[in-house]
């Protein structure tokens, strides 16, 4: 069943960027060990690319909810576009240091944060509540599957070719994500959104703390946010890693390093196209267990076998409850605050839970180089599990569904053109 074509615009562009997103993952590791192998040098990686969301998550919330939400995703993709470019030019001219790949990565995370945090706003406004699992389960498997499988492979193969390849493909995909949002209609503020009608630095304060108190003072979302973050945290630990644990003792060689880190992306891919049948047969409660002890599992593993094939079935699985949980907190957050606030809440939301990602890949860093690889990775294979007991015994099924609101703003289609 079709989710109307505005839903296939926004579907078809975040496909690109995804792809796009998916060459740089691996690409920008493997660049960065051509340079050094300095572990914390390594991890500084994901800290530059992450560290924009502590910076610009909040201001990019208030500008969701104040102008066109889709012109915020055609300037943030084409500006990603014009930073990689910038890179392509400095391999041309064969400056490679880590600085400079630092900031283009820095760079395209600072746009990243206006891209993501107004496409999860905009499902609400293309289809009803019914279909909002359904839709946010396309939009998740398509960014698995191209971001993490396709992406990822086609991205190593053209940085065996050359490093200018993949960036400037890169560059090219995020130009064409930007054409495609061009076609979808107008996304203004909704019209009960007073504090959308000023926009001076006082009232833009005050209506990105509107929006944190709305968060904060939502005890589900706030909890759900602990969880995710306490994923995210340990998960950006072990990643700024797994180049060097992959191409080093597990043997893995550069050109199937893409391979390696797409395969447990099939997982994701699956979760996600599962998760409208699963998550209401075992209910969101069980899956935010599922969604820290199956990783916590797979870290431990990593580093203790040095069997590949193991590897990759435990991140299978650690991939296939990660994008479950992804479902259900993208689902709560659509289905239980107002539209006029949104894009402040789920900025509030993504502070906790990607601001903590440069912190992981710090500390990473730092006990990659303290301890090693494998250590590391089984760390944090026991930090999670024990925030896991902390903060995911506080969520039910029952918690969840009492959170949503009855009624949801109509899909964009049949919004009028005035607003």
Known sequence: MTLGPSFTKLWLSQGLSNLADGLVIAAVPLLAVTITRDPLLISGMTVAQFLPWLVFTLPAGALA?????????????????????LLVLTLVADLHSIVLLYLAVFFAGTAETLVDNAALTVP??????ADLERANGRLFATQSAINNFVGPTVGAALFSVTAILVFSTTAGLFALASLALLTLPRMLPTPSDTSASTHSAGDVVRSIRAGWSYFWDHRLLRRVAFISGSINMFSSATGGLLVLLATGPLGVSESWYGVFIA??????????????????????????????????????????????????????????????????????????????????????????????????AFLGGGLGRWLGPRTTFIVCGVGLTLAALVFASRVSTRALKDAEMPVRPAPAEQIPTAL
Not at 69 to 74: A, N
Not at 79 to 84: E, L, W
Not at 285 to 297: D, Q
Not at 340 to 345: A, I, Q
């Open 263 to 360: 395969v447990p992306a099939a997982g994701a891919v699956i979760g996600s196209l599962i998760a409208a049948k699963v998550v209401p047969l075992i209910g969101g409660g069980p899956v935010t267990w599922l969604a820290a002890l199956v990783p916590s599992a797979s870290w431990i593993v990593l580093g203790l076998s040095g069997s590949v094939v193991l590897c990759e079935i435990t991140m299978f699985l650690a991939a296939v409850s990660t994008a479950l949980n992804q479902i259900v907190v993208s689902t709560l957050r659509q289905a239980s605050v107002p539209d006029e606030l949104l894009g402040r809440v789920t900025a509030a939301y993504r502070l906790i839970v990607l601001g903590v990602v440069p912190v992981g």
């Open 65 to 85: 909810d104040r102008i066109d939400r889709r012109m915020i995703m055609v300037w943030g993709n084409s500006t990603r576009a014009v930073g990689f470019g």
């Open 124 to 129: 609400p406004r293309l289809v009803q509540r």
